[in-house]
């Protein structure tokens, strides 16, 4: 397989190539660029039931546009978005909607995107910019096939009242025609995966399909704690795989893998000798299972940071690359080799910024300064008009004219059930100082407000390394109050009586597989659920919480 591979990642290459050329023309006029981008909008738009509401035959420059159309979130488009499910065109663009996605918020229910032909190839520019550039720096990765991660079909196909298919078919649909034909031929995991009618199933049949592959080169997932929780059973599952490898069956470690693999369709023919070499190996030892893997790509940023960097741990000699910030509504950034940063994709869509101590005088893509804070403002081809994604990005430099951005976290994630306005970032940095000394770290953290015997109280879930003694559970429950006191509003809440102290309640083992199966409990994909600190609604305990006894870790 390994010339297929490298004849197809060079067609790919040379097919991104043209992204490629125009996101480094774009780079040294951004103003230019983005004028143009939006002046495109108002133009195609201005016969939409939005744009003839906001005079878009009207707007002449990027002042008359703010006048004329106010910043907006999702709530603001909820009537134009139930409207387009039905099937009724020229609602907020004049392009047909091709398929609403689902939106990829870490606790809030799921919510419609609409996607078109535009903003469909305003992905693929960014993403056709970000393959190009990885490929010519690292040229081995040419060389063998890739896992691009797959999102399990828990729920099957669904459209809306109108007939609008909901979710793209695969995850690979975002790199268009072309680059699905092509990345298909270099896929360690068939998509076919994703009919998997358990998540055992899946993660077994897709550990399968990756130890087929001796030259792996590229692993590409959203989620840092996605691929940590794949890898996780493959020393429990390991002389099942091995001899499911070698006869070309999936017979499974258990009668329920094997059933509900059966409903992928999915073959693997016997590998024998991969399986013979594949036993004196030793399943934690990532390094002789894939020799050949160059390189990791997930979100690295924000609350992601710290797992990714205990992934990065199992993987020495392998680069690891920051995803860049993407968001299901549009495309913010994308690495770029050798920068510390992502760069802002220019060509993608038309940028706002607020900035983070002013934010009534937004900014332009060309206007930034490094070192400071921005929330990200978005027009673009599927709709949405200077939509606040509440994305805090720093501006850690330039590429050119373009700014290079590091995500910092959600301005508006947000819990406030009483006027305490605890935030994702506050919480991310009183948490950071709290187990500062404590070696090895905890392995998961997630503070949500929950009822309890003494009211409503902020329950820190805490999976630790090592059981700690009843004292230092203490310790931390008092330590984490007064943290928390340190926001005026929460210690004006807890004046009042609103709020009962804060409590630590130690976590089961698997906490991080909890979260996850409880996100998709409540509407998330798997492969978009975003690593975070701070739940904005409560109910986690059944999910988290430990049985006595259960809390007990090595």
């Known amino acids: 397989m390994q010339w297929q591979a490298a004849a197809a990642n060079s067609l790919w290459l040379a097919s991104c190539a043209p992204h490629a050329r ?33 005079s878009f035959a009207r707007i002449r420059s990027v002042a008359s546009y703010r006048q004329s159309v106010p910043l907006s979130s999702y709530d603001d488009y909820t009537p134009f978005i139930d409207a387009m499910a039905t099937g ?5 663009t ?24 535009t903003l469909q190839a305003e992905f693929q520019q960014a993403l056709g910019a970000w393959i190009a550039d990885l490929y010519r720096h690292e040229p081995a990765l040419l060389g063998g096939p890739a896992y691009w991660s797959i999102t399990p079909l828990t729920d099957g196909p669904q459209r809306t009242a109108g007939g609008i298919p909901i979710g793209f078919e695969d995850d690979s649909a975002y790199l268009g025609a072309l680059g699905r034909l092509l990345a298909a031929a270099v896929l360690a995991a068939p998509n076919a995966l994703k009919r998997a009618t358990s998540m055992a199933s899946f993660r077994y049949l897709t550990l399968l399909a990756l130890l087929r592959q001796p030259d792996l080169r590229l692993i590409s997932v959203w989620n840092p704690t996605f ?17 499911d490898l070698g006869q070309g069956t999936v017979t499974g470690a258990e009668a329920e893998i094997a059933a509900a693999a059966a409903a992928t369709g999915v073959r693997f023919p016997p590998a024998a000798g991969r399986a013979r070499r594949l036993a ?23 609350p992601s940071a710290a797992p990714a960097e205990r992934l990065a741990a199992r993987f020495p000699g392998v680069t690891m690359q920051g995803k860049g910030l993407l968001a299901t509504e549009g ?4 690495p770029l080799w050798g920068r510390a940063a992502s760069v802002l994709a220019v060509t993608a869509h038309f940028f706002e910024f607020l900035p983070e101590t002013a934010p009534e005088r937004p900014r332009l893509a060309h206007e930034l300064d490094a070192g400071e804070r921005y929330q990200v403002v978005l027009t673009t081809g599927g709709g949405f008009y200077r939509y606040q994604l509440f994305d805090v990005v720093e501006v850690a430099g330039h590429y050119r004219q373009a700014p290079l951005l590091r995500f910092v976290g959600k301005s508006n994630r947000i819990s406030d059930y009483f006027g305490e306005k605890v935030a994702e970032g506050f919480v991310a940095e009183l948490l950071e ?25 902020y329950t820190l879930y805490l999976e630790p390394a090592h059981h700690p003694a009843p004292q230092v559970v203490v310790a931390w429950e008092t330590s984490l109050e007064a943290e928390l006191c340190a926001n005026f509003h929460y210690a004006w809440c807890r004046r009042l009586g609103q709020l009962a102290p804060a409590r630590v309640q130690l976590a089961a083992p698997d906490a991080a597989a909890r979260y996850l199966a409880a996100c998709q409990a409540r509407g998330l994909r798997l492969g978009n659920i975003k690593a975070t600190v701070l739940a904005t609604s409560g109910g ?4 988290l919480a430990a049985e006595p006894g259960e809390e007990r870790v090595p």
């Open 22 to 54: 125009r996101f480094e023309q774009a780079v040294r006029s951004v103003q230019a660029v983005q004028e143009r981008r939006l002046v495109g909008y108002l133009r195609a738009n201005a016969e939409t039931d939005y744009g003839r509401r906001h």
């Open 433 to 457: 100082r709290l187990f500062a000394a404590v070696n090895p770290p905890p392995r998961f953290l997630l503070l949500a407000a929950e009822e309890n015997a003494a009211g409503m109280s």
């Open 540 to 543: 986690w305990a059944p999910w």
């Open 94 to 117: 004049a392009e047909p909607v091709r398929l609403f996605e689902l939106s990829s918020g870490s606790t809030a229910a799921a919510k419609l995107i609409p996607y078109t032909a």
């Open 88 to 92: 009724r065109p020229n609602v907020l």
């Open 331 to 334: 495309f913010v950034s994308s």
């Open 280 to 302: 004196g190996c030793d399943p934690h030892d990532y390094a002789a299972i894939w020799p050949r893997l160059r390189l990791i790509s997930c979100w690295s940023d924000g």
């Open 227 to 243: 691929l940590s929780l794949l890898l996780e059973p493959l020393s429990d599952w390991w002389p099942h795989l091995l001899r």
